[in-house]
């Protein structure tokens, strides 16, 4: 399985981004993916989630400016990220569940500024 984020780029405060993440491998409406981000300094964080049946889930930190959402027919999943804040300055990962597996893409760098 292998996982190519792309999107990422710098933005002024306030605006969007869409991430795209395309994913090779068979089966790919089956398994959750997942957004991930990595402040400096910071762990990595779930930023939000998609399962293979579409249910979403969302940090508290996010939710109600990002939307994650995917598109069976092209194995790729999004983050669609609006009202961008300097805090959200991260690089970010998408990442594919498989069972007790995860994988994990290369990154993708986001830098808001003020």
């Known amino acids: 399985v292998q996982l190519q984020a792309s999107g990422g780029g710098l933005v002024q405060a306030g605006g969007s981004l869409r991430l795209s993440c395309a994913v090779s491998?068979?089966?790919?409406?089956?398994?959750?993916m997942g957004w991930y981000r990595q402040a400096p300094g910071k762990q990595r964080e779930l930023a939000a989630r998609?399962?293979?049946?579409?249910?979403?889930t969302y940090a508290d930190s996010v939710r109600g400016r990002f939307t994650i959402s995917r598109d069976n027919a092209k194995n790729t999943v999004y983050l669609q990220m609006g009202s961008l804040k300097p805090e959200d300055t991260a690089v970010y990962y998408c990442?594919?569940?498989?069972?007790?597996?995860?994988?994990w893409g290369q990154g993708t760098l986001v830098t808001v500024s003020s």
């Open positions: 998609i399962t293979g049946g579409g249910t979403t």
């Open positions: 990442s594919q569940t498989r069972g007790q597996y995860d994988y």
């Open positions: 491998g068979t089966s790919f409406s089956m398994y959750a």
